[in-house]
């Protein structure tokens, strides 16, 4: 089955830690993108990218960081600077550019 | 940047019913998609549409880009149709922004 796939579903870190969430897909999209969900709100770009090796800043870049080694992964770091990394994080893709996006079924990050 | 707004916020119906979501949008966009998160939280894609009229089932989608809005009709609403539904628009790059989403219960 083609699809998106995120890991861990739920994931738990003390304050202080870096935490990496895990993308994957195997719909050979080019573009893949990082969301945040906050409770009631919609969802706000964190990172996208394009092609391998490259990728460029959303609207809420600041504490993460991200790498595009494979076509198929596109993994997240939450850092320690993300002054309020508790959050719903979204990954999905699309064929290129202005296409549809695709989500996975998101990793549930609380940090105390 | 761009706004999208979505209206009403929240929707309470009884099984059913008929409704009309709205999604308004503050400049020209180069597409448009409608999503419905469930309550695990997954974002399931119901329609992508720049333009004109589109239907699946129950679930149609208009948008009139010149006039900068889109409109989602659910028809006979079932208990299933409950969840979160989202606008989200492509403007200049290839990055979507979203709305504030629609809550929408359906109660039996």
């Known amino acids: 089955d083609g699809g998106i796939t995120q890991s861990p579903k739920y994931l738990f870190r003390k304050e202080g830690q870096n935490v990496t969430l895990s993308c994957e897909q195997n719909?050979?999209?080019?573009?893949m993108y990082w969301y945040r969900q906050d409770p009631g709100q919609g969802l706000r770009l964190i990172y996208y990218?394009?092609?391998?090796?490259?990728?460029q800043k959303g609207d809420i870049a600041e504490g993460y960081s991200v790498s595009r080694e494979k076509k198929e992964s596109f993994p997240l770091t939450v850092t320690s600077a993300q002054k309020n990394p508790t959050a719903f994080y979204l990954c999905?893709?699309?064929?290129?550019?202005?296409?549809?996006?695709?989500f996975g079924p998101g990793t549930r990050l609380t940090v105390t | 940047g761009i706004q999208v707004e979505q209206s009403p916020p929240d929707l309470i119906l009884q099984e059913g019913a008929n409704s009309t979501l709205r999604c308004n949008f503050s400049?020209?966009?180069?597409?448009l998609q409608w999503f419905h998160q469930n309550p695990w939280g997954q974002l399931i894609n119901l329609f992508y549409?720049?333009?004109g009229t589109k239907q699946n089932g129950r679930l149609s989608a208009t948008t009139v880009a010149t006039e900068r809005y889109s409109l989602l009709y659910i028809s006979s609403s079932q208990t299933t149709d409950s969840g979160v539904y989202f606008c989200?628009?492509?403007?200049?790059?290839?990055?979507?922004?979203f709305g504030k989403g629609t809550m929408l219960l359906v109660s039996p």
């Open positions: 719909l050979n999209h080019d573009a």
């Open positions: 999905a893709s699309s064929i290129e550019g202005i296409y549809e996006q695709y």
């Open positions: 990218s394009q092609i391998v090796n490259d990728f």
């Open positions: 400049d020209s966009v180069n597409n």
């Open positions: 989200a628009v492509f403007s200049g790059y290839s990055t979507l922004t």
């Open positions: 549409i720049p333009s």
